[in-house]
């Protein structure tokens, strides 16, 4: 997939363009539903799919008191973009003056210089230009007066709740991984490098590998999570522990994973933990024994989960 960092530095005119925009944080199954749409109009009129979207979150830029933490790293979101078959991706850099842009002059005087606008294919709720004035009905009345098209997908629910970035994060301030995966329509996950950490699990009889995460992600709370650790080209089923280990008077908040029946070395390897349920949440012990029993009944009860897990999702 094609990356365009700023385009107006595009010296090109691209042709046949599918659009979808947004900010994409989570690209869960609403996110889904548009890229999707946006695909399948490319593929009919031989066209590109293209998604515009933003960097920093706006609010981040227009009120960083009310930011959202990030739900997903910039990396992640690419990747799952292309996956579904989006073939180029506009990161706009997000600014004042850019956020300044009255919605006419966003679609006519910033996309279409540089876009061949086909289609545009938006979430219902869509907003944009200037204080959020450009509405659905407004992208229909430019599409009708510019000569592109405009689809309106959505809203999107599962289980009878609506799908949308706000929802998603609710539930996993609540510690709810189960229903993060049913509103992303996959495992709830979190990228990190392995780094040094005090070896205290390992002193305890469960080693761990302590995960580096970007800090301003969105963090489920503390507690022990049954997760599947794709780490060194394998995944493998552990037990994960965010928190600040207040039986040892922890202050600083740590990501650490068990991986179980493994023993080795992953310094410095990239590791995605998926989250598949949460066990329980983190509490202090009477000291280092009363821990080490509670991990290995976590232990088994991971177990437990995740070979349920694995039938249901059809691995046997």
Known sequence: MRVIRHLVRQPERIGRVVLTLGNFDGVHLGHQAIVRRAVERARAIGGRAVALTFEPHPLAVLAPEQAPPIIQPLRDRL???????????????????????????????????RLELRHVVVGYNVSFGRARAGSAATLQALGGALGFGVDLVGPVEVAGERVSSTRLREVLRAGDVAAARRLLGRPYALRGRVVAGDRRGRTLGFPTANLHVRPALLLPPDGVYAVEVEVAGARRPGVLNVGVRPTFDGRRRTIEAHLLDFDGDLYRAWALARFVERLRGERAFAGPEALRAQIAADVEHARRVLAADRVASGGG
């Not at 990161?91 to 210089?113: G, N, S």
Request: charge should be neutral.
């Open 79 to 113: 990747v799952l973009l292309r996956e579904l078959g989006v073939e180029t991706t506009v990161l706009q850099r997000f600014t004042r003056t850019f956020a300044a842009l009255e919605p006419e002059a966003f679609v006519r005087d910033f996309l279409l210089r």
